[in-house]
């Protein structure tokens, strides 16, 4: 019969990429715990109607890449492209936001119908945290910092660039895209067909085209900083002192102004070149209008999300894979003879217990000594514990480095487990 395959565009993680997952599935929730941070689980599967609500119906993400379906019940339903949407409806409708600060954080799947691609899936992971009830800039420099520290724990700090801009409060933004649609329809007719339709519908995307010639064409279009009224450069000059005071470097892109419609102010992209056309490992702005706009009581909001996917490319094309992710396990502990089974098994306990961040595997399986010891060679751990009839019979225990890493030698079995720490 002829094997069933897996959906174009989503994948098995396994082996090193799991690994490599699970560490910064730690890295990331040692982070959101010493930051406070609550998770907030919501479902995958919401009404269509929060996403087209709260994404905007002219987006990409909403006009063509949801996964959209009838449940048997009549109802629809979408598979959710992003997190923010799901967090603010499960926020509003559980009571969570009004007149109080909560900072969430989230992972999991999400869901776009786009063109598969090294680092685009459609089936894609995110790591994100929402913030509700602060309107000042430290918050958004809290969450910027957060991603910053993410990437110098995982080595790719040096590989990635913190790009900013402002997108202003909604009437200002409004007065910009008023000038703006003048301008563009100005030069109209040398735009290609995806930014003429844009004009109508969402003309600041059109400062995101990555056509060269529409790039160039734009040198002179209006910019939104010229329309911007103190309280929000105020917001932004405080952002930016506080990243500077952190020390984090930025760089200011007028042209910023993400794919989904509900930012307003602040707007951020962690970009790299190390991969592609798919360069951007991080994206997150503020979005004041968005519990609103969902049915909820106005409440400021701002957040971020990380692709998973994106951020492990970029770990394994900057080389920073940690070499003990190369092996089974630190720890190979084997009984030499059938009566030792019980007690390596206990010593095994022993040691997990003292030293729970080392992976400390058990030969199972018996076979010959010498099939033994290969099984203990091919898993690639640092140190062989060895108990046989020899070591039982004086209570001490073997450890073998291996990997060619020094002489074995015998401990007393009152003492092993220190001899292993040291
Ligand atoms: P986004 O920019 O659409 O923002 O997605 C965030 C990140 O998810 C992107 O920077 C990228 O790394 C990753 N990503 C997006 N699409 C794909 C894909 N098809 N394949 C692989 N990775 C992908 C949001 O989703 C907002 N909800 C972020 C946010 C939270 N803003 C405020 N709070």
Not at 320 to 337: C, E, H, K, N, V
Not at 385 to 407: F, N, R, S
């Amino acid at each position: 019969m002829k094997a069933i395959k897996a959906v174009r565009g989503m994948y098995d993680s396994y082996g090193m990429d799991s690994r490599l997952w699970g560490r910064l599935d730690r890295a990331w929730g040692q982070i959101m715990h010493a930051h406070a941070y609550d998770q907030l689980r919501s479902p995958i599967v919401e009404p269509v109607g929060l996403f087209a609500r709260a994404i905007g119906e002219v987006t990409d993400v909403v006009e063509k890449e949801m996964y959209v379906f009838e449940d048997r019940g009549g109802e629809k339903l979408a598979l959710r492209p992003e997190g923010t949407a799901g967090v603010v409806r499960a926020g509003i409708e559980q009571g969570l936001l009004y007149n109080q600060i909560q900072k969430f954080w989230y992972a999991g799947p999400m869901y776009r119908y786009e063109r598969p691609q090294k680092g685009r899936n459609r089936q894609f992971h995110q790591m994100g945290a929402e913030v509700f009830g602060l309107n000042g800039p430290d918050i958004d420099v809290e969450l910027i910092e957060i991603t910053a520290q993410l990437w110098r724990e995982l080595g790719i700090l040096d590989g990635v660039t913190l790009q900013l801009n402002t997108l202003g409060q909604s009437e200002e933004r409004a007065a910009f895209r008023g000038q703006l649609v003048e301008f563009l329809n100005s030069i109209r007719s040398q735009l290609d067909e995806d930014s003429q339709r844009r004009i109508d519908t969402n003309p600041l995307r059109v400062l995101d085209s990555k056509n060269p010639d529409t790039q160039a064409l734009l040198a002179n279009a209006p910019v939104l900083s010229d329309f911007l009224g103190e309280e929000s450069i105020a917001h932004f000059e405080g952002l930016k002192a506080g990243l500077e005071s952190a020390g984090i470097r930025y760089e200011i892109n007028p042209k910023l102004v993400r794919g989904l419609d509900y930012y307003n102010r602040t707007v951020f992209e962690w970009v790299t070149d190390h991969l592609g056309a798919q360069g951007t490992i991080c994206g997150g702005g503020r979005y004041d209008g968005l519990v609103e706009q969902l049915g909820g009581k106005a409440t400021p909001g701002v957040g971020f999300a990380l692709g998973v996917e994106r951020v492990l490319l970029l770990i394994e094309a900057m080389e920073q894979i940690p070499s003990d992710l190369g092996r089974d396990a630190d720890i190979y502990m084997m009984a030499a003879t059938d009566a030792a089974e019980g007690q390596i098994r206990a010593m095994a306990r022993e040691l997990r217990a003292a030293q729970p961040e080392l992976r400390v595997a058990v030969h199972h399986g018996g076979g010959s000594f010498k099939s033994r010891m290969k099984k203990a060679d091919r898993s690639g751990a640092q140190m062989l514990v060895l108990l046989g009839d020899d070591e039982l019979a004086a209570q001490t225990v073997t450890l073998k480095p291996m990997q060619g890493q020094g002489e074995q030698r015998q401990v007393a079995q009152a003492e092993w487990i220190t001899q292993i720490k040291s």
